[in-house]
């Protein structure tokens, strides 16, 4: 009899978002017990968000530490959920910047941001970011899963030679090279595994500003694909003077980690140049 009824109330819950998702009608993201925006019933995560448990270690954690942030970016930001609680919980807010490669999200990006009147804070872009100025495929095994896009890395060409399939790619330095405020101290990545070129791209920002913070997801699945290992990632952020760790959350500490991806991290990686700048 239980069993049925865990069944019927999945049905009901179930239903009743796809409701929601059908006449386009958002809800509030709620993390850690608290408000933290609004949000449309579209994309992949949606509904993961809705309920509360979508990347809800990293979310708790990025909540406490992006209040002293004032200049974050977010790269992969997907339907535009970080930016979002970003806006929200920064106490002072220089800039925030959003890059997003895939029309699809990036859309739905505008719509929350929209949804959510930051439109004046938040700078978007709908392109990916490299080691160099480049285009490549933007590619999508399964049309369901749309926060899985990730860039093939063997279709990388030039502007001249792409075609209508691919994203233009940029470096994070040249987009920072053109603000007058270059004090970037929070970077989120999310992309699928492409990470080590985007910080390859990165390495002038990186070095500029001593309390950055980089919180990044990695797995080999992913850095494989792109030819190249989390060893590689870890090697390039110590070279410029970052550590790398990762939260045991059941014992509330930061472990450092090595240059092998530890299991215990569930890919979730936070990069800085001392562990003080991650005290919660």
Known sequence: MKKILIYIFGVAISLFFKTMKFFKIPFFIKYSGKELGKFYPNGQISF?????????????????????????????????????????????????????????NYNLLLRNIKLNKIDSIVECYNFGLSDCESSGKLTLENTEIDGEAYIDRSTITSFSNATSDYVKLYTLDSIISKHVNKSVDFIKIDTEGYEYFILEGSKETIKSNKNIIIMFESNEDGTSRSGVSFTDIYELLISLGLKLFYRDVKNSRWILCSSILPLESNGQIWACREVSLLNL
């Open 48 to 104: 993961g968000v809705w309920c509360g448990w979508f990347e809800k270690d990293e979310i708790d954690i990025f909540i406490r530490l992006i209040k002293k942030t004032k200049y974050f970016i977010d790269i992969g930001a997907n339907s535009g959920l970080y930016t979002v609680i970003a806006s929200k919980e920064m106490i002072e807010i220089n800039k925030i910047i959003a890059f997003e490669p895939s029309i699809i």
